[in-house]
């Protein structure tokens, strides 16, 4: 199994900046992708931004410019520097790795619990 735990949300006022951190765990034989997922209430969850082993990186048009993804391959880390935030990215981040497990036979899509980031005043 492989596990995936978020950290470093928390309350911001507009404008300011937080990072997010995700690490994965457990028998992990290779990362393909990882990226950040958020949901508002009242929401479907939507892609915020994702990178690949070798760094190439996608970004949602509401993220782009103001959001940076970045990952520590040696680490199995992804994190999200997040800056200028707004009140709309008020929402629960998601973390999701998918890649190969065990000796590489076996695929696996991990999702972690979630961390609240809330933009306000």
């Known amino acids: 199994q492989v596990q995936v735990v978020e950290s470093g949300g928390g309350l911001v006022q507009p404008g300011g900046s937080l990072r997010l951190s995700c690490v994965a765990s457990?028998?992990?034989?290779?990362?393909?992708?990882m990226g950040w997922y958020r949901q508002a209430p009242g929401k479907e969850r939507e892609l915020v931004a994702t990178i690949t082993s070798g760094g190439s990186t996608n970004y949602a048009d509401s993220v782009k410019g103001r959001f940076t993804i970045s990952r520590d391959n040696a680490k199995n880390m992804v994190y999200l520097q997040m800056n200028s935030l707004k009140p709309e990215d008020t929402a629960v981040y998601y973390c999701n790795a998918n890649g190969r497990s065990g000796s590489g036979w076996s695929r696996f899509d991990s999702w972690g619990q979630g961390t609240q980031v809330t933009v306000s005043s």
């Open positions: 457990g028998s992990i034989f290779s990362i393909n992708v």
